[in-house]
């Protein structure tokens, strides 16, 4: 399956903010993290589809993950 | 400390001590306090009785980092109700290194007079300013930084103020060169208007600070307090706050299905992508603009940007996410570019950015201009200067815009335009625009950043993160605390208490400092329900329970009852 992730803000900045990742089996946003080498310490949001989720949930296919840096309220 | 009592009517300026009553409060909680017990809250807003409050906080003059905010306050036009809306720049600091607790403008000018209120540490005075009549805010700064000197602090309205738009903020100047930090919300600006106050000019306080009850408590708190700013990973120099700014957040809240688009119509914009923090950085930097700059001098966040234009001439500073969203998104608008010059249209113009975007978004959808089209927003916000009726209206905020333009969805709670997040996208929000006695103001309460401690899409448990962001929010604009500055003294109040106490030795607990943050709510509160405001002026509007928001579908479905509870554990 497939799934577009993007980057945003000051994480991993030599890396592309955008792509289309093919995973072999049913992952977890934190694999997905661990297979992009993010810390999960600066990960402050995960959206996936918009809907903020956590390190341990599933990822479906064709999705779209987002991942935030830790963010100050405005 | 001291009290600045001007007569505007007789022209006259009096200097007194403190009252008892007010002798612990500053900012906000003064100004709540001192409405309710000199100002009928009955009367017109725009009117002889209503009074004009300028505080710094507790902190404001000390040196505390992030602690010099401006708090101004009156009854609002806007709203009907109590306002305090508080900006950045040099007056906070100033005034309380000359020890002054507040500046309270009284009554109603001669007809036609208009004033600047020049004030220095042991003298004031009211002088004539005929020659500012029709000047925008930046041009009112910079010939009074000419005639009083570089380093006078200039509190000034544009052509909104003195034309009594209920839309219209108040500006204050901040360091070195910058003119633009606005005390934006509740139509501020015509109460200074009405007064016939172009502008305060406060002397620069060379070598004067604030005295301090117990030096060896506060310096060990405000450096501690300093210290944790830095090394919060969201404030501290590899924070997105500060490499980003507020805009830092744009791309989460257009994510989340919250950003406000084409009237509040979507809660996400195709053209997000341009509007980033992370575009306005690469785009500044490119053009030879400033990151990371600040408003307040010593603040260790360092938020602000200069943004450019293609030359790298200067078009505003600075560009900030709420002013984004409504008047980027919330105008179909995605180019930062076309931002930046609404954006100095306002701050010249003296106007609330959140107001006009809010208005201008209504006008779009009756057709008096196009979602998208820079040219024809611009024409209808020039108007606000130019004095038309059509200028007018827009001055006067989105409720009246969408009253005369006929259009029903109008953004709003109690008279003011809602900020940059969708309530039905993110609810404790909601919660908060549909109870706070400011109105829609999410300065008052922001569920933004504890989207993890609550579900922002679930009504569920709102009630209870909005109150408690509203203490907070009181604390914060009574000490003078930017509210970026917060996380320290939220998960250790005992810091704030002691940064207090240095200063003024009154053995405050943290339990006193709780009831005095609650204190102000209850004071505000009061003032309205005196004021005549009602549960119904308060609510979120009828078509935002109604009309589900892309791209989650969801409505604004917090019940009555829970709104009406929110108080209930205050």
Redesign the interface.
Known sequence: MTIDVEL???LLPGLARCQTLTLDRTATVAEVASRLGLDPV?V??I?VD???HEMEDVVLPDCRL?F??????? | MKLLRVDINQTQVRWEPVPAIYERLGGRALIARLLLEEVPPLCDALGPHNKLIVAPGLLGGSGVTTAGRLSIGAKSPLTGGVKEANAGGMAGDTLGKLGIKAIVVEARPIEGASYILHVASDSAELVPAGHLGGLGTYATAGRLQEQFGPASTVISIGQAGEFLLTGAGIACTGDADQRSNIAARGGLGAVMGSKGLKAVVIHSPAGQRAELADPELFRAAARRFAQELINDPKLGPQGGTHLYGTASITAAVNEMGALPTRNFSTGSFAGAATLRGETMRETVLARGGQIGTRCMPGCVIACRNVYVDEVGQPIVGTLQYETIALLGANLGLGSLDDVARLNYLCNDLGLDTIEAGAALGVACEAGLARFGDFASIAALLRQVGEGTVLGRLIGCGVVATGRVLGIRRVPAAMGQAMPGYDPRSLKGNGVTYATSPQGADHTAGNAFGARKEVNPLVAAGQRQLSLKLQVISAMLDSTGLCLFARPPVIADPQLMVDMINGIYGWGWTKEDLDRANRDVLRSELEFNRRAGITAADYRIPEYMREEPLAPHQVTFDVPDAELDAVFSAL
């Open positions: 945003f803000g000051q600066e402050g949001l959206l918009g809907v903020q987002c935030f840096p830790l963010l100050a309220g405005g």
